[in-house]
């Protein structure tokens, strides 16, 4: 099973990744934890994303395709995985159909604009291992700590509203047009992004057919 989980900033798609990766037993590539990764590292992908980043602008095009190609080459991969924030622009998605790689689904949460900022500001991430918390929607068991590899939690700092702003307007122009190139592609399904975490589990397991 090769899947994209679309959607605008703050959608969902880091969490239903991770609820939809445990139970198909495949890896989320998510290029912002990769890249957050970098970061940490003091890589040299990761200088060159990080004033991007933080002014909520996407990362090159090229700097994207080569870690993405480089990802999905490990053998982990082999069986499937789900795309968590890649593709975000058409040459990304164009990238990947030429490199031979169709995917399964590409499902798009969508959500309302005015919900995402409540969302982001109440974000915890776990910058160890990537899982993402909601101080009400999602806590941790305990506070700021990750209950999966017990590291403490993190405020991004690209969750500030004035960046969530530039994010959601980045989203709706180079992002959001990727819904005509699947739905072209035939492979599109959409999923109301508004509902409680489990229930969004269960439609996007009904979309794929799993
Ligand atoms: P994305 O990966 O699309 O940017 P996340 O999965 O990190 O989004 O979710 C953004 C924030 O919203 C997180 O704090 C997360 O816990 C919370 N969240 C995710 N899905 C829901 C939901 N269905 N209802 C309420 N809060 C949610
Ligand atoms: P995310 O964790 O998916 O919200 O991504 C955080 C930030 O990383 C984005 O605002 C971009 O600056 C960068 N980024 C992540 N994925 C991509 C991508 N596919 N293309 C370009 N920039 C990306």
Same mark, same amino acid.
Do not use: N, W
């Given at each position: 099973m090769k899947l994209i989980l679309l959607g605008a900033p703050g959608a969902g798609k880091g969490t239903q990744a991770e609820r939809i990766a445990a139970k198909l037993g495949i890896p989320t590539i998510s290029t912002g934890n990769i890249l957050r990764e970098a970061i940490a590292n003091g890589t040299e992908i990761g200088l060159r994303a990080k004033?991007?980043?933080? /002014?909520?602008? !996407? *990362? $090159? &095009? &090229? *700097?994207?395709? +080569?870690? *993405?190609?480089?990802? !999905?080459?490990?053998? &982990?991969?082999?069986? +499937?995985?789900? !795309?968590? +924030?890649? $593709?975000?622009?058409?040459? /990304?998605?164009?990238? !990947?159909? &030429?490199?031979?790689?169709?995917?399964d689904c590409v499902v798009s949460m969508e959500i309302d604009d005015a919900v995402i900022e409540r969302r982001m500001t109440g974000r915890r991430v776990c910058l160890a291992c990537g899982a993402s918390y909601h101080v009400e929607a999602n806590p941790p068991k305990t506070a %700021? *700590?990750? %209950?999966?590899c017990g590291k403490p939690l993190s405020v991004r700092k690209d969750d500030a509203p004035e960046t969530v702003r530039s994010r959601l307007a980045v989203y709706h122009r180079e992002t959001e047009p990727l819904k005509g190139f699947y739905e072209k592609l035939g492979n599109l399904k959409l999923v109301d992004g508004n509902q409680p975490i489990a229930d969004i589990t269960a439609a996007i397991l009904r979309a794929i057919g799993a």
């Open positions: 004033g991007f980043m933080d /002014q909520g602008q !996407l *990362v $090159p &095009d &090229d *700097v994207i395709i +080569g870690i *993405v190609r480089e990802r !999905l080459s490990q053998p &982990d991969c082999a069986k +499937g995985y789900i !795309l968590d +924030g890649m $593709p975000r622009t058409i040459p /990304q998605a164009q990238a !990947l159909e &030429d490199a031979g790689i169709h995917f %700021d *700590v990750c %209950d999966h």
